[in-house]
């Protein structure tokens, strides 16, 4: 059988009107003396898809990649994979492998002879082992480099290589701990899309760590927002960033802009607030919280639906006067700093003119907050 549907077949062994997750977690707790690395947390990873924990440095994605792969083992609660309770069960038995940052290649190994090394260790006879390496190294496209050792090869080149040495043993769940973190920001970009597209054609469930908002965003089809050992928000990409629930997920995903703000009227659905901008409609979505005239609530706008007019219409709804005070062109886009009476605000405008964009430091505009661009926090 083809490497490639083999492993799909591994992913998706029985089809089933309600499959079972790749990955389960039931209040998973990890504690290290006084610090509480992971809380009571529950998720569960569908099979086949692209799942990525993202956050920032400290709060949990690490161990509890650590805790699936059997490097760890949590102080509470359940783990199952593929069904499967994995409590007391080695790392070595698990159906997962894991690609780590650092590449962990032996180096006096040439890469065929890296790519066969588990292969070997599971008594892989001879004939299957050879066509499952070169099938590996055709798919990641490193068959030009079988001979060559880690220390001839690019940062790239032994990122491919350290993916390929996962996959050829097949596993129902891979396991990515920042592998492109080490790579420059063109290359990183470039296996980005390549991984993606890999995931795709292989099926394999895919868990990748990162606290790279773009990277998760790209690739992910959800993505499990964490902050101190909690997970803040899962979902779609589109869903985090376009509907946050949270300050943290508003401004960790992206930038955003934070409105203080307190009900003046609801009808239908539409709110009314009171902001330090002036008074702004809303809409509201079908699930947002019940709140009354008075009740205090939080607003969250992206800079880049912040729309920049030089008009003075006083029909245009939620405007108001702002002025400049700094602009920084970044190639693609220009990043606004604006000035109003209630206070400092950003814009990011798509540069789609040739040559400067229109707009000077010190020039005064009207801002408009778009209703259905306003977000109402949970917090």
């Given at each position: 059988?083809?490497?490639?549907?083999?492993?799909?077949?591994?992913?998706?062994?029985?089809?089933?009107?309600?499959?079972?997750?790749?990955?389960?977690?039931?209040?998973?707790?990890?504690?290290?003396?006084?610090?509480?690395?992971?809380?009571?947390?529950?998720?569960?990873?569908?099979?086949?898809?692209?799942?990525?924990?993202?956050?920032?440095?400290?709060?949990?994605?690490?161990?509890?990649?650590?805790?699936?792969?059997?490097?760890?083992?949590?102080?509470?609660?359940?783990?199952?994979?593929?069904?499967?309770?994995?409590?007391?069960?080695?790392?070595?038995?698990?159906?997962?492998?894991?690609?780590?940052?650092?590449?962990?290649?032996?180096?006096?190994?040439?890469?065929?002879?890296?790519?066969?090394?588990?292969?070997?260790?599971?008594?892989?006879?001879?004939?299957?082992?050879?066509?499952?390496?070169?099938?590996?190294?055709?798919?990641?496209?490193?068959?030009?480099?079988?001979?060559?050792?880690?220390?001839?090869?690019?940062?790239?080149?032994?990122?491919?290589?350290?993916?390929?040495?996962?996959?050829?043993?097949?596993?129902?769940?891979?396991?990515?701990d920042e592998p492109l973190g080490a790579l420059d920001l063109k290359l990183r970009k470039q296996l980005q899309l390549e991984l993606h597209?890999?995931?795709?054609?292989?099926?394999?469930t895919f868990i990748y760590v990162t606290h790279d908002q773009e990277e998760a965003l790209v690739m992910s089809d959800r993505i499990a927002?964490?902050?101190?050992?909690?997970?803040?928000?899962?979902?779609?990409?589109?869903?985090?960033?376009?509907?946050?629930?949270?300050?943290?997920?508003?401004?960790?995903?992206?930038?955003?802009?934070?409105?203080?703000?307190?009900?003046?009227?609801?009808?239908?659905?539409?709110?009314?607030?009171?902001?330090?901008?002036?008074?702004?409609?809303?809409?509201?979505?079908?699930?947002?919280?019940?709140?009354?005239?008075?009740?205090?609530?939080?607003?969250?706008?992206?800079?880049?639906?912040?729309?920049?007019?030089?008009?003075?219409?006083?029909?245009?709804?939620?405007?108001?006067?702002?002025?400049?005070?700094?602009?920084?062109?970044?190639?693609?886009?220009?990043?606004?700093?604006?000035?109003?009476?209630?206070?400092?605000?950003?814009?990011?405008?798509?540069?789609?003119?040739?040559?400067?964009?229109?707009?000077?430091?010190?020039?005064?505009?009207?801002?408009?907050?778009?209703?259905?661009?306003?977000?109402?926090?949970?917090?």
């Open positions: 059988m083809h490497l490639t549907a083999e492993l799909k077949r591994k992913a998706d062994p029985v089809a089933t009107s309600a499959p079972t997750p790749a990955i389960e977690m039931a209040e998973i707790s990890r504690r290290f003396g006084d610090v509480t690395a992971l809380a009571q947390v529950s998720l569960s990873v569908r099979r086949g898809e692209f799942f990525s924990l993202l956050g920032p440095s400290g709060c949990g994605k690490t161990t509890l990649l650590r805790i699936i792969a059997g490097l760890d083992i949590p102080d509470e609660g359940i783990l199952r994979i593929a069904g499967q309770d994995a409590a007391g069960l080695p790392a070595h038995k698990r159906p997962v492998n894991t690609v780590f940052q650092s590449y962990a290649l032996f180096p006096h190994l040439n890469v065929r002879e890296n790519l066969e090394f588990g292969l070997r260790m599971k008594k892989t006879p001879p004939a299957e082992r050879a066509r499952r390496v070169s099938e590996i190294m055709e798919l990641v496209e490193i068959s030009e480099l079988s001979s060559r050792r880690p220390s001839q090869l690019s940062g790239g080149q032994m990122q491919r290589v350290a993916l390929a040495r996962a996959i050829v043993n097949q596993p129902q769940v891979l396991l990515l597209a890999l995931q795709q054609r292989l099926g394999t927002v964490m902050n101190a050992g909690r997970i803040e928000q899962l979902g779609a990409g589109c869903d985090l960033y376009e509907r946050p629930r949270t300050r943290f997920i508003a401004q960790f995903l992206g930038s955003c802009n934070i409105l203080e703000a307190a009900v003046q009227g609801r009808t239908g659905g539409r709110l009314e607030v009171r902001t330090k901008f002036g008074n702004l409609e809303m809409d509201l979505g079908p699930s947002a919280r019940p709140l009354s005239p008075g009740d205090a609530c939080t607003l969250a706008v992206r800079p880049e639906k912040v729309a920049l007019r030089v008009d003075r219409n006083p029909h245009n709804a939620n405007c108001f006067p702002a002025r400049v005070a700094e602009l920084i062109y970044t190639g693609s886009e220009t990043q606004y700093h604006l000035e109003a009476a209630g206070g400092m605000l950003k814009a990011w405008v798509l540069n789609t003119r040739v040559g400067h964009q229109g707009l000077h430091a010190g020039e005064e505009i009207q801002v408009q907050l778009r209703s259905d661009a306003l977000i109402l926090l949970d917090d």
